[in-house]
């Protein structure tokens, strides 16, 4: 194996090293363009911010409680909410300003409630809190210390959430204006602007991501040139030519990629005052793993397709025509089970644990992510399997092995009679609003022939024979 891995980066080294300069600079350049957004953030802030205008504000805030005036409020910021008023401004009255000052804790303060009483408490009490709380580069609910905040806080700092779901990323409103004049306070007469500000923590996703996609397509040029040839003429092992690819392509870069990731979320407290940090290990921890498992689901099923799959129209033809049957067929299957929960009367205790179930899936993808990652093992497995009977002459064959030809296409064809036939048969009892799909004639005849086109057009791939229409007459 070892001598695969060399043997490989001697024939690849200047792409190696390329992907590896590349997924750098991504990195690198996150960090530097993240970090210039926090301090133009604090420019905008400590340039129409002051203590004695915040203390003012907030004296005025606390005023209004039980006030006309104030539902009066309410009713405006919740119609500026419901039209998405982002235009300027006007004038700087003091409820534009706290207007503004509430959106700054939390852009969405008053989706919440209708209580005035309760949009104005997530005001810290000191202005050192309230500028601690909007330039905090990092939010978590579960450890802020002030009491006075409410939960409504906390929405702000994860308004911008990563994708394992955690609090990752801060994502506040400033006002932009000329340079303020002493009388007007930090507000302009003539009105200012909210400008978006948006303090990203990156996790290594889009460098993967785009470290598979290179690596998908070095993998298809090796195969039209002489690298898979000259690689198999030497190891005289298919599954040693896959992992030393693998291993340069994907494994390194990603790891690469992680590490970046890792190093711009630890050097945030050099980079920008610590007041302003929390480093929350368990976030890093969780996404990390995340983007860990989906780049190896994603590169197992691509191992799968390139080990099974001769052709490379085929192998594009068959990524993504399993991707959205795979997706249609799940859809299909949850609705399938609640339709028996409500035809056998099951006191939808099933239904209602399936809800939970797909409802705790949406909130922490992690688990949905290990659920498939512990599905790609064997995937895994399978693959290594056809690549130790890898040959270069089934490179031009859609199946590569002519035994699993009438296996393969018979599941395509359940396949296709699951995600097109079987909507049609269940819509004739169900109400779900899913299968509505077959409710006009139009639709049907649609939905019918793209099961059918599918199914013939995958036949003719497997079996390369050409269709009547389609032969060359002979004299």
């Given at each position: 194996?070892?001598?695969?891995i060399?043997?490989?980066y001697?024939?690849?080294?200047?792409?190696?090293?390329?992907?590896?300069?590349?997924?750098?600079?991504?990195?690198?350049?996150?960090?530097?363009?993240?970090?210039?957004?926090?301090?133009?953030?604090r420019?905008a802030?400590?340039?129409?911010?002051?203590?004695?205008?915040?203390?003012?504000?907030?004296?005025?805030?606390?005023?209004?409680?039980?006030?006309?005036?104030?539902?009066?409020?309410?009713?405006?910021?919740?119609?500026?909410?419901?039209?998405?008023?982002?235009?300027?401004?006007?004038?700087?009255?003091?409820?534009?300003?706290?207007?503004?000052?509430?959106?700054?804790?939390?852009?969405n303060?008053?989706?919440?409630?209708?209580?005035?009483?309760?949009?104005?408490?997530?005001?810290?009490?000191?202005?050192?809190?309230?500028?601690?709380?909007?330039?905090?580069?990092?939010?978590?609910?579960?450890?802020?210390?002030?009491?006075?905040?409410?939960?409504?806080?906390?929405?702000?700092?994860?308004?911008?959430?990563?994708?394992?779901?955690?609090?990752?990323?801060?994502?506040?409103?400033?006002?932009?204006?000329a340079?303020?004049?002493?009388?007007?306070?930090?507000?302009?007469?003539?009105?200012?602007?909210?400008?978006?500000?948006?303090f990203?923590?990156?996790?290594?996703?889009?460098?993967?991501?785009?470290?598979?996609?290179?690596?998908?397509?070095?993998?298809?040029?090796?195969?039209?040139?002489?690298?898979?040839?000259?690689?198999?003429?030497?190891?005289?092992?298919?599954i040693?030519?896959?992992?030393?690819?693998?291993?340069?392509?994907?494994?390194?870069?990603s790891?690469?990629?992680?590490?970046?990731?890792?190093?711009?979320?630890?050097?945030?407290?050099?980079?920008?005052?610590?007041?302003?940090?929390?480093?929350?290990?368990?976030?890093?921890?969780?996404?990390?793993?995340?983007?860990?498992?989906?780049?190896?689901?994603?590169?197992?099923?691509?191992?799968?397709?390139d080990?099974?799959?001769?052709?490379?129209?085929?192998?594009?033809?068959?990524?993504?025509?399993?991707?959205f049957?795979?997706?249609?067929?799940?859809?299909?299957?949850?609705?399938?089970?609640?339709?028996?929960?409500?035809?056998?009367?099951?006191?939808?205790?099933?239904?209602?644990?399936l809800?939970?179930?797909?409802?705790?899936?949406?909130?922490?993808?992690?688990?949905?992510l290990?659920?498939f990652?512990i599905?790609?093992?064997?995937?895994?497995?399978?693959?290594?399997?056809?690549?130790?009977?890898?040959?270069?002459?089934?490179?031009?064959?859609?199946?590569?092995?002519?035994?699993?030809k009438?296996?393969?296409?018979?599941?395509?064809?359940?396949?296709?009679?699951?995600?097109?036939?079987?909507?049609m048969?269940?819509?004739?009892?169900?109400?779900?609003?899913?299968?509505?799909?077959?409710?006009?004639?139009?639709?049907?005849?649609?939905?019918?022939?793209?099961?059918?086109?599918?199914?013939?057009?995958?036949?003719?791939?497997?079996?390369?024979?050409?269709?009547?229409?389609?032969?060359k007459?002979?004299?």
């Amino acid at each position: 194996m070892r001598h695969s891995i060399k043997l490989y980066y001697q024939l690849r080294k200047v792409w190696i090293w390329t992907i590896l300069i590349i997924v750098t600079i991504f990195g690198l350049s996150s960090m530097a363009l993240n970090d210039a957004s926090w301090y133009q953030a604090r420019n905008a802030f400590d340039r129409h911010f002051d203590a004695r205008h915040y203390y003012d504000i907030q004296d005025y805030a606390n005023s209004l409680v039980g006030t006309k005036k104030a539902e009066k409020l309410v009713n405006d910021w919740q119609k500026k909410a419901a039209y998405g008023d982002t235009e300027k401004f006007k004038g700087n009255s003091q409820s534009n300003q706290l207007f503004l000052y509430l959106s700054t804790i939390n852009p969405n303060f008053n989706n919440s409630t209708n209580s005035y009483r309760k949009m104005i408490k997530i005001l810290p009490k000191t202005f050192a809190g309230f500028k601690k709380e909007v330039l905090q580069y990092y939010g978590d609910r579960k450890e802020s210390s002030d009491s006075s905040l409410s939960a409504s806080i906390y929405v702000s700092n994860s308004s911008v959430t990563s994708i394992g779901g955690s609090s990752a990323s801060n994502y506040v409103l400033l006002p932009i204006t000329a340079k303020s004049s002493k009388n007007a306070g930090p507000f302009n007469r003539d009105g200012f602007y909210a400008q978006a500000f948006k303090f990203n923590q990156s996790d290594g996703m889009s460098s993967v991501l785009l470290i598979i996609l290179i690596g998908a397509i070095f993998f298809l040029i090796d195969q039209t040139h002489w690298i898979n040839a000259y690689m198999l003429q030497r190891t005289k092992n298919g599954i040693q030519v896959a992992l030393a690819k693998t291993f340069w392509l994907f494994f390194l870069p990603s790891v690469l990629a992680i590490f970046w990731a890792v190093f711009e979320y630890l050097t945030k407290i050099l980079l920008i005052p610590g007041e302003f940090i929390k480093l929350h290990f368990s976030w890093l921890l969780q996404n990390e793993i995340i983007v860990l498992e989906f780049a190896t689901i994603l590169v197992t099923v691509g191992l799968l397709i390139d080990s099974f799959v001769g052709t490379i129209f085929g192998k594009f033809y068959t990524f993504f025509a399993a991707w959205f049957s795979v997706l249609l067929a799940s859809a299909i299957l949850v609705e399938f089970i609640r339709f028996l929960a409500y035809q056998y009367k099951w006191n939808f205790r099933i239904d209602n644990g399936l809800r939970s179930f797909l409802s705790k899936l949406s909130i922490y993808p992690i688990y949905l992510l290990t659920f498939f990652f512990i599905i790609s093992i064997p995937l895994f497995i399978l693959a290594m399997y056809f690549y130790k009977h890898y040959s270069l002459e089934s490179d031009t064959k859609y199946v590569r092995f002519p035994k699993l030809k009438k296996p393969f296409f018979i599941f395509v064809a359940l396949l296709a009679f699951w995600d097109f036939a079987f909507p049609m048969i269940l819509s004739l009892f169900s109400p779900s609003y899913f299968f509505s799909i077959t409710s006009n004639l139009s639709t049907t005849i649609w939905w019918m022939a793209w099961g059918v086109g599918i199914t013939a057009f995958t036949w003719w791939l497997i079996f390369g024979k050409r269709f009547w229409l389609l032969k060359k007459r002979t004299r």
